[in-house]
């Protein structure tokens, strides 16, 4: 399972983060997904990039590597990248070595928490939260070979398909099962 | 500024040692801020002190458990479809109703082919538990026991508000006359009843936030063809032009990112036009930035080009139009260059456009806020909406279309005319207002005195203080109120002034018809999901209970219903639709759907002006003393030596108006509203990015923060709508904000406009005023 993310379509409205928020009913500070706005060049000639993250559940979690009571876990049948708060001893190591940022700290537990990419979702056959709230069709997921064969809705998506966004972290460092199609 | 962070050398470090992989770029982006300064610093929690907010529980635990119900949202006038999931009488999850239009789609074809992948909603949809189980709600009914503003105040029952409105509504007219009373409301919310109300009670003086919001658009569509409203077709467009209106963040409605994203999916080309490069202009193919209020004289010269080259559709307008011939003599000399002067935007830039423009169909040309808040707004919205009359651009598919309805029909109550005239000038001074009335004027009869005294205000979801340009005199005029009734959710900058604040409901708790804004008829119920939370009256039961303990009637004894469930129901039963509340209820998500969308209208109907025909001259504005073409005229309120910056107001997602700022979700993305500045103009005036300001236009000096940004025309600074709040709730008030501490609660917009109205149709003006920013 992967995400698909088409920067053409997002328009860094938050709805993924809000939807985030509220499947969890996460407090304020913790934040698993979050939109990124990146601005460049110079008036008038200016662009504005969005881009909105969350945990990749990659191929080769980091996160798992750094943790040293082994709180982190990689489930088998969504490939999800889970923490295990009750293992967890809140040492931020995680947070360290993921490349894009995607575990929090919640104070009040004092523990790590991240994405859990709606597990309890795909197991009901639904979409991620953020996935299902996302107002401008920019986020999807689905087995990365169908992302790869285009098998989204037509119009809504479109190609080319890309590893990274500029600014995105090698994906040979962890292999994140994400994709990308860049703003035009 | 961009909110972005790029790893530090002891993440790089950490990273090696474990994975044992070296970095292939020097740094990269990360979004967390786990480690790094948070824009909110975590740690701020929960506070549950007031006992009713719900444990945290992840959906995980609720799977199968409660029940669904189909509603609508109103975390802001949109009406997005939402079903509400709801175990042991809470909510624990709001998610899209993919059945109601508003988050799907706003083209029957497209409705039906896009709801297949479920509804969308906005951050503030996904937020709106949060209001509902929001600690600092009002619970009881509260009576004010010291001076007004002093925040004194002692709770009291429902049966003794409901006697003390009563007493002192009766009172007020007895003594000053059924004139005295002004009522206002958020117009998505249960006006047919309050409507009732006033015209019972006698009052003329009923008014509705769409002043404050869309009425100078309204009158310009409506002056050029007939309707006060028509939709957009961004999915199926080829070229859109939008003026001012950040459709995909300020959204209006669920639907707008979706179509526009289709739209340019299927290779549509974007034109945005607006001083501030907001989300739409970021997803444009082209930003066009303006000076603010210019856009008329900017459409002009697009009209120019389009006549000189003849690209006009000479059918359509032989056949649908009058007037034509004096719309191209007022444009002969509108040229690109006479243009540029005024608005900034090279002459080459619009001589391409308009060809681009005249020669890609269909278009779709669309104008809203941007410059529909300023002294010019009618007569540059007009110029707008007569682009796609040119080109005969007027409800085709992929063009603006206008909407078919069917609601509620109100069985009409047999009351007199009230005898004195609306204390605002709708329909006198204002010719072509809303029936939303004027705020402004009615602000300032209120300090006045003229034409005469109001006396009693009811101030019904309307946080008139904030809202209404010039909070100082706002403050000033409802201080001569005698009784002043504010019915509200939550304490506000308004309610402070008030006699006596009742606790309002929340749109879960409560009953509504929506009818929604797409291009075929399509009308959704608003339904409880769960019992009032503050264990109160919800605002229709309030005023039902009322009217009935004053004795309020017509001639033939006939009263507001009991229930307004049954009000809506008849109202339903009475229309078009022809069915009972019951029925509609048990459609699919709770919505009527009474047809598909159909095009060119006006063949058979002709258009709804005066001439059953376009009107690029109106002789209805020629009669009232108007100009009759819409000619440029030059906004009243521009940057002058001692203030030389224009301030305007902008929107985003995260908020609705200036009721959102205490939800902590929303907080959090945004807690702040620092003033956007050009670097080159930070530079010019020695300013950098965070630095602590004073802002000043010639009505106030107040508190603010730079953020320096290429996305602003560097004659403009820039404020989002809504902060600066100092009597709502906690987090509104800056308790989130560990960041800021200037001005945590970020800056009232409002404060710095000179408090007026547009002259043709009463549109309040948000956005034009001169400022001069120094370091603080």
Not at chain 1, 28 to 56: D, F, H, Q, T, W
Not at chain 2, 534 to 556: H, R
């Amino acid at each position: 399972m992967g995400w698909y993310f088409n920067e053409n379509n997002c328009i860094a409205c938050r709805a993924c983060e809000a939807g985030c928020k509220q499947e969890f009913d996460l407090p304020v500070g913790v934040r698993r997904r979050r939109v990124v706005i990146k601005e460049e060049g110079k008036y008038p000639n200016v662009k504005a990039r969005y881009l909105s993250g969350a945990c990749n559940h990659c191929e080769e979690p980091s996160c798992l590597k750094a943790c040293p009571v082994e709180a982190i876990s990689k489930e088998p049948e969504f490939g999800v990248v889970l923490i295990d708060q009750d293992k967890c001893i809140g040492c931020k190591r995680c947070a360290a070595a993921c490349p894009y940022g995607a575990p929090t700290f919640d104070e009040k537990k004092q523990k790590m928490d991240k994405c859990t990419f709606c597990i309890h979702r795909l197991k009901a056959g639904l979409p991620p939260a953020c996935v299902r709230t996302c107002m401008g069709y920019a986020l999807w997921n689905g087995k990365l070979s169908d992302i790869e064969t285009q098998k989204t809705p037509e119009e809504i998506f479109r190609r080319p398909l890309t590893d990274a966004l500029p600014g995105f972290a090698d994906p040979k460092l962890t292999i994140p099962s994400v994709r990308f199609s860049e703003n035009k | 500024m961009s909110e972005e962070r790029y790893i530090t050398k002891e993440e790089k470090s950490l990273f090696e040692e474990i994975t044992g992989k070296q970095f292939t770029r020097r740094s990269f982006l990360k979004w967390s801020t786990a480690l790094a300064g948070a824009a909110v610093a975590s740690g701020l929690l929960w506070d549950d002190k007031l006992g009713f907010f719900k444990e945290a529980s992840a959906q995980e635990k609720m799977a199968g458990k409660g029940k669904w119900v189909y509603t609508t949202c109103q975390m802001c006038g949109g009406g997005t479809g939402i079903k509400v999931h709801v175990v042991d009488g809470m909510v624990v999850k709001i998610e899209p109703n993919e059945y109601n239009p508003i988050g799907v789609a706003n083209i029957s074809m497209d409705y039906s082919r896009v709801k297949t992948l479920g509804g969308r909603m906005c951050a503030k949809g996904n937020s709106g538990t949060r209001a509902l189980y929001d600690p600092d709600r009002l619970k009881k009914p509260m009576k004010r026991i010291g001076p007004k503003g002093s925040g004194r105040w002692k709770a009291i029952s429902w049966e003794e508000a409901l006697d003390d409105v009563a007493k002192n509504l009766l009172r007020i007219r007895n003594t000053y006359g059924p004139e005295s009373l002004f009522w206002c409301t958020e117009d998505s919310s249960f006006t047919d009843m309050q409507s009732d109300f006033n015209l019972l009670y006698g009052s003329p003086n009923f008014s509705m936030h769409s002043n404050t919001c869309d009425v100078a658009r309204k009158a310009s569509f409506k002056l050029v063809m007939g309707d006060d409203r028509p939709l957009a077709d961004f999915a199926n467009t080829k070229y859109a032009l939008v003026f001012g209106w950040n459709l995909l963040a300020a959204t209006k409605w669920a639907h707008l990112p979706g179509i526009w994203n289709l739209g340019r999916a299927k290779g549509a080309k974007m034109v945005y036009v607006d001083p501030f490069f907001n989300q739409t202009a970021a997803k444009a193919d082209e930003w066009v930035p303006i000076r603010p209020g210019t856009d008329g004289a900017f459409a002009l010269a697009l009209g120019h080009e389009i006549v000189k080259n003849k690209w006009y559709e000479d059918e359509f307008i032989k056949n649908y139009s009058v007037g034509f011939d004096k719309y191209a003599e007022l444009v002969k000399d509108k040229t690109p260059e006479w243009a540029e002067k005024i608005t900034s935007v090279p002459a080459k830039t619009t001589r391409r456009i308009a060809k681009e423009l005249a020669s890609t169909k269909p278009a779709a040309v669309d104008v809203w806020s941007g410059p529909g808040h300023h002294t010019n707004a009618t007569d540059g919205g007009r110029a707008i909406a007569m682009l796609p009359a040119l080109l005969g651009q007027y409800d085709k598919p992929g063009t603006m279309i206008s909407r078919q309805a069917m609601g509620g029909k109100r069985r009409a109550l047999n009351v007199n005319k009230p005898k004195a005239l609306r204390v605002d000038g709708l329909g006198t001074k204002y010719p072509f207002a809303h029936v939303s009335g004027i705020y402004t004027e009615t602000r300032d009869a209120m300090l006045s005195g003229n034409p005469y005294q109001l006396r009693a205000g009811v101030f019904m979801f309307q946080n008139f203080v904030m809202s209404v340009p010039n909070t100082k005199k706002n403050i000033e005029a409802l201080k001569k109120l005698e009784y002043m009734v504010v019915l509200d959710t939550m304490m506000s900058e308004t309610a402070e002034l008030a006699d006596i604040v009742i606790p309002g409901s929340h749109y879960l708790e409560r009953w509504e018809v929506n009818v929604n804004w797409v291009t075929f008829p399509a009308t959704a119920i608003r339904q409880p999901a769960v019992k009032s939370v503050i264990n109160g009256m919800t605002e229709q039961e309030f005023i039902l209970a009322l009217a009935q303990k004053m004795g309020l009637k017509d001639k033939d004894g006939k009263t507001l219903p009991a229930a307004y469930p049954d009000y809506i129901s008849d109202q339903l039963k009475n229309g078009p639709i022809g069915k009972t509340l019951d029925e509609v209820l048990a459609l699919p998500g709770a919505v009527f759907i009474g047809g598909e969308t159909h095009y060119e209208k006006y063949k058979e109907k002709g258009f709804a002006t005066p001439t059953k025909k376009i009107e690029f001259y109106s002789e209805q504005m020629a009669k009232k003393g108007l100009n009759p073409l819409p000619d440029y005229v030059e906004p009243v309120y521009k940057p002058t030596p001692e203030f030389p910056l224009y301030l305007i107001n902008y929107k985003q997602a995260e908020h609705t108006h200036s009721r959102t700022f205490d939800n902590d979700w929303l907080m959090e993305m945004k807690p702040d509203n620092p003033l956007l500045m050009n670097s080159a103009t930070a530079a010019r005036f020695g300013l950098k990015d965070g630095d602590a300001v004073w802002i000043e236009s010639p009505y106030a000096r107040a508190k603010g923060t730079i953020q320096v940004t290429e996305r602003i025309h560097p004659e403009v600074v820039a404020l989002h709508h809504g902060y600066g709040h100092w009597g709502f709730g906690k987090i509104a008030r800056g308790a989130l904000n560990k960041v800021n501490q200037w001005c945590p609660a970020g800056t009232n917009d409002g404060q710095f406009l000179a408090g007026v109205s547009e002259k043709t149709s009463g549109m309040a003006v948000h956005k034009e005023i001169g400022v001069k920013v120094t370091k603080a």
